[in-house]
Every structure is written in structure tokens, then in C-alpha cells.
């Protein structure tokens, strides 16, 4: 049967690079987030208050195009972040700080939420949960330019969000995977023990309104 798992987190957590392993071990199909092809990007960086609303919405019409693409997909799928954390966590943390309008923020998640009513839900959200620390090095070691000067309340906010996000998020059951103490690259009881409780839960495909810390079980 197939299956759709999302993999959530900061910038920096390890996104990418753990859905590349989960598709090459778990035989799923990746959908990777297009980070380099969005064209406000570096603007975004650069002026965020001048470019926020452009750069979400380019974020939210990828993120419906690759949803319909993964639906239609008879593959099990692993996606790189979903359309849930452009809205409820980046967008929403440039509303809160100010630099996306009240009316640019209506205008955005009016549009979202008539999006998700008709998008299928995932069967598991896998979480990377990591500290502005290791996002820090994490971010300096991939060497983006436009990526270097991201302040660090400015991710310290969307860790922020992603909790609120995901303590109210039930369309799917949450694992938490612990980002600071598990190096899914460097050693492969980590990421035996990360693909050990998903292949748990895709099968339990159990509903929570709260998220499964993986410490639990390891």
C-alpha cells in the first residue's frame, strides 16, 4: 500500500539529506523542496520585509503542484517539508514579526486554507528537531551565501512555531526525531533506529494530536 511520509524542520536541520536516505533504503520516491529554484530567495534575505508575501506564495504554488504530483504518484513518497510549515511556520513567524502585512498574511492564508481541504493528509510527519546551535553549524557547513547572515532569533522563531505547529496538528501522527544527538550521516545505528520507528508507525498509522518522541523508543 502506498504510503506518504513528510519530513519537517528548520532551516538547516538535515532535511534533504535524510530524505534521500529514507527513499534510497525505504524504496519510496523523494520529493525534494526547490530552495535553490525560488527566484525571491536571495531578495528575500537580502530586504525580507520587501519580499516575504512573494517568496511564500512562490513557496505555497510549488508545494500544491508537488502535492498533486506526489497524489498522483504510484509510489510511496517522502517529501521534503509540506505545504502545512510554509503557512503555519514561516509565513506565520513574518506575520508575527511584522514583516508580512495583516493584509498580505489574509491574503496568504485565506488561499492555504482553501488549498488543504483538498489535499490528501500524510500518513506520518517526520519531525528533525534541532537547536539554533546545530542549525547554526549546520548552515555554515553547507555554505549558502544567501543562507549566512540569517539571524538567529529569526530561527529561534520558526523552532518556536514548528512546536505550536505541531502540539495542534492532527491530520497525522508526528515523530520526533532529536537532531542535536542523532547523526543520521555519520552513524548508521542513528538512522537504523530513525527507519526502524518509521516503518513502526507507517504501519500503526496511529492519530495523535500529540508528537511521538523517538528518545522513548530507542
Not at 547572515?149 to 505541531?166: H, K, M, Q, S, V
Not at 520507528?197 to 523517538?214: A, C, K, T, Y
Amino acid at each position: 500500500m502506498k504510503k506518504y511520509l513528510v519530513l519537517a524542520g528548520n532551516i538547516g536541520a538535515g532535511k534533504s539529506t535524510l530524505v534521500q536516505l529514507l527513499a534510497d533504503r525505504l524504496g519510496f520516491r523523494p520529493y525534494f523542496e526547490p530552495v535553490t529554484e525560488n527566484p525571491y530567495l536571495v531578495d528575500f534575505y537580502a530586504d525580507m520585509g520587501r519580499w516575504a508575501f512573494h517568496s511564500q506564495l512562490y513557496f505555497l504554488t510549488h508545494r500544491l503542484r508537488s502535492h498533486h504530483e506526489l497524489a498522483a504518484d504510484p509510489w510511496s513518497v517522502v517529501q521534503d517539508r509540506s505545504i502545512y510549515e510554509d503557512a503555519e511556520v514561516f509565513a506565520r513567524n513574518l506575520h508575527e514579526q511584522g514583516t508580512m502585512s495583516d493584509r498580505e498574511w489574509e491574503t496568504y492564508h485565506g488561499l492555504y486554507r482553501t488549498i488543504i481541504d483538498m489535499l490528501p493528509a500524510p500518513d506520518l510527519v517526520l519531525y528533525l528537531r534541532c537547536s539554533v546551535p546545530t542549525l547554526k553549524a549546520r548552515i555554515a557547513r553547507r555554505a549558502r551565501g544567501f543562507e549566512a547572515t540569517i539571524p538567529d532569533d529569526y530561527l529561534a522563531g520558526l523552532n518556536r512555531y514548528y512546536e505550536e505547529w505541531l502540539e495542534c496538528f492532527d491530520l497525522a501522527p508526528v515523530l520526533v526525531v532529536p537532531g542535536d544527538s542523532l547523526d543520521f550521516v555519520a552513524d548508521s545505528t542513528h538512522l537504523n533506529a530513525i527507519i526502524a520507528n518509521v516503518e513502526d508507525r507507517l504501519r500503526d498509522r496511529q492519530r495523535s494530536l500529540f508528537p511521538i518522541d523517538m528518545r522513548r523508543r530507542l
